[in-house]
Nanobody, 113 residues
Framework: QVQLVESGGGLVQPGGSLRLSCAAS????????MSWYRQAPGKQRELVAT???????SYADSVKGRFTISRDTSKNTVYLEMNSLKPEDTAVYFC???????WGQGTQVTVSS
């Protein structure tokens, strides 16, 4: 059983930055790609970014150039560095192992003045 625990969300002003973390239990972390998703009120969950086991990354067009996904295998943790935040980035952010039932509980990000 894999557990994913997100942290780092909060309230930030437009133009600000946050860094989200997702800690994974177990020693299998290094074997899997990891993704960040987000879900805003009344909207479907959307894929934000993915990082593979070789650290190849991909991003949604809406966050390219502003968000950076990274991973630290020694800490079993994946990060999402978010810069130049906009009100439309407001959502609950989740981490996930692609094509698996494993999801974290989510962390709220609110961008507002």
């Amino acid at each position: 059983q894999v557990q994913l625990v997100e942290s780092g969300g909060g309230l930030v002003q437009p133009g600000g930055s946050l860094r989200l973390s997702c800690a994974a239990s177990g020693s299998i972390f290094r074997l899997y790609a990891m993704s960040w998703y987000r879900q805003a009120p009344g909207k479907q969950r959307e894929l934000v970014a993915t990082i593979g086991t070789t650290r190849i990354t991909s991003y949604a067009d809406s966050v390219k150039g502003r968000f950076t996904i990274s991973r630290d295998t020694s800490k079993n943790t994946v990060y999402l560095e978010m810069n130049s935040l906009k009100p439309e980035d407001t959502a609950v952010y989740f981490c996930n192992i692609p094509n698996s039932p494993y999801w974290g509980q989510g962390t709220q990000v609110t961008v507002s003045s």
